[in-house]
Each structure stands twice: as C-alpha cells, then as structure tokens.
C-alpha cells in the first residue's frame, strides 16, 4: 500500500495529511510464477546429472560392443577370426555399427542437454530408436544362427587338425592353446589326429604321435609340434611327450562359444535397459526446457509491461485532491478551481479517474 501525503497551504497556517492508496502499484509485484521457475530450475539440473551420468556408461558400453565386433573381425589370437561363416561375419559388423552409433548417441546426448537443446534431444531419441531396433535384431540373429555357428567352428577346428603342420602359425597357436588350457586333445578323441596330413605319411594304426599339445609335459630336441610317449618314436621330428590328454574339446569349445555369446548378448541387454531409460530422460527433459522456455519469455512480458507502466506515470491522466484545513469542502468557483486564499500543494499520479481513499496519518 502506498502513501501519499498532501500539503495544503493557507495564508495563515500549513496543514499535512496523508493519504494511502489501496491497490498496490504494478511496479511493485513480483514476478509471475518465480517459484514454480525456481522449482523447475533444480528438477533440470538433478535430470541433466543423472542424464550426462547413464550417457557416460553408454559411451563406454558402446565402446566395449565396438571393441568386440574388432575383437572378431581382426583378431588374431580368437577362432572366430578364422571362421568363415558369413552369418558370424554379419553379427560382427553390425556390432560394430551399433558401437559407431552408439558413441555418436551418447556424444549428441550429452551436448544436447548441456546447451539445452531441444532439437538435439529429438535428434538423440531418434538415433536411440533406431538403435534398439538395431541390437533387438542383432540378438535375434545371433541366437537365431548360433547352431550354425558352432557348426561352423567345428569344421574350422576339423580343417586345424587335418593341416596341423601345413597350415599358418595363428591357426597351430589357437589349437595349441586350446588344447593346453582346456587339457583336452583332438575335437572328439585323440585319435582325430589320425586324420593329419603328416601323421597319415607314417602309416600310425594308433595314435602313438600327438601335438605336444595333448600332453601335460613333454621334452623337445629339436623344434618340431611333435610328440611320443614311445620311445622308439622319437627322432628329430617327434619329441618325448608325458601323460596324454583323454578329454576332447568339444565342450570346452562349446562352452567357449557360448560364453562369449552370453557375454554380447548381456551388453546388448543391458545396453536396452539404459536405452529406455535415456528415452525416458530425454523426453522428460524436452518437456522441462520448453516449460523453462515459456516461463522465459512470460517473465520477458511482464519486465516489458512494467516498463511500459513506469513510463505512462508522467503522461497519463492526473487525479488531485487535498484536505481543508478545518475539515471542510474547499470552496471552488465555477471553472473548478481552488479558492486564491487557500493555496495547495497536491500530489497526484497517473491513473484514470475514480475513487480514492484518505486516510489522516
């Protein structure tokens, strides 16, 4: 509530009241909806938190499916990397796709929320979108192909044995590691090592040589893959081996490759669950910063109508009363004005004309 104090003046003696105003003035309001801004501000900034923290463990999630697609494709210590299998092949490159992607995602993600873009948060759930439509068929290719799979990395391990000797170091380097870490010998048996290119040259009815591989401990005298626990097989090509393996690998291959499928396939898992999540945030936070945006521009209206009003103070329509020292009407001729004897001292203010409301201080 305002004051206003009025003066007049007489030739004789001074009289001062005041008078107060009623309404408030509009330069004196506050601002509309500053608390629901306030409220909204801290409810942004604990989302763009928890936001930028689940686009981080996306980015390294994405890392890690993009490092197992290279891991397949150019690996050179991994079967998979000796495998032809065209299905694996496409697994590997749309690993390798969705591992792009998401880096891209979580890099838009992240900007996007830091400089409040809404258009980059559409682009971002967009690209979400398309990514779990992506890895849903990933997955389903995989789990749908895995018999093939496996199929095909027992022929691969088939051709290893049948070239053991003949084929390239990478390939002997795998079986040998097979077989020493899962101490087992051959796919099926040891006697597959019967197929072998160069133990068919020395006419074996049993398995008498093996890969020194096959054995818990052996002794070479020259550098040969070679080994016999009969004595009156060794020569410059056959080492002395100790305790041959009974178990074949095809388990533990078997239990190999289904790792590493359970190992892609949780990624993608949780990589979706984070995904849904993201698009959850995302969503929220386009709503919020429109919500900001409008209360923005309302705030921007009112400091314009608040000027606008300060500035029509001096132009706008002026009201003027004063108090009779003796408590009486003041006499006024017939133009309105003020009786000469009494001189007053008024104060006005820019408001249309109606009633007012004094009150003696």
Known sequence: ?????????????????????????????????????????????????????????????????????????????????????????????????????????????????????????????????????????????????????????????HKIISDYGNSSDIEERMMDAMQKTGRCCGLTRASDWLENSFLQTLNLSTVDVLPCSCYASYNLTFNSSWCSENPELHSASVGEGVHAFNESCSGKLSFWLQENILTIISMDVILLLLQMIDVAMAAALYQMFGKKATLKRNNQLFDESQDSDAESEDDGQHTYAYVHPDGEEPELNQTNHVNPNQQARFVHRAEPPGPWAFRDQ
């Open 1 to 157: 509530m305002r004051k206003w104090t009025l003066i007049l003046e007489t030739e004789h003696k001074t009289s001062t009241h005041d008078c107060e105003e009623e309404h408030p003035s509009p330069s004196s309001a506050a601002p509309p909806h500053q608390p629901n801004a306030m409220k909204l501000e801290v409810k942004i900034e604990l989302l763009k938190f928890f936001f930028t923290f689940l686009n981080t463990l996306f980015l390294v999630l994405g890392l890690s499916v993009g490092g197992c697609a290279i891991w397949i494709l150019l690996g050179s210590g991994s079967f998979l990397n000796v495998l032809s299998s065209d299905e694996l092949q496409v697994v590997a490159m749309g690993l390798l796709l969705i591992g792009a992607v998401v880096i891209l995602v979580s890099l838009v993600g992240c900007i996007g929320s830091s400089s409040e873009n809404r258009f980059m948060l559409v682009v971002y759930g967009s690209f979400l979108i398309v990514l779990v439509l992506g890895q849903l068929f990933v997955m389903l290719l995989l789990l749908i192909n895995r018999g093939k799979i496996n199929q095909a990395l027992t022929e691969t391990v």
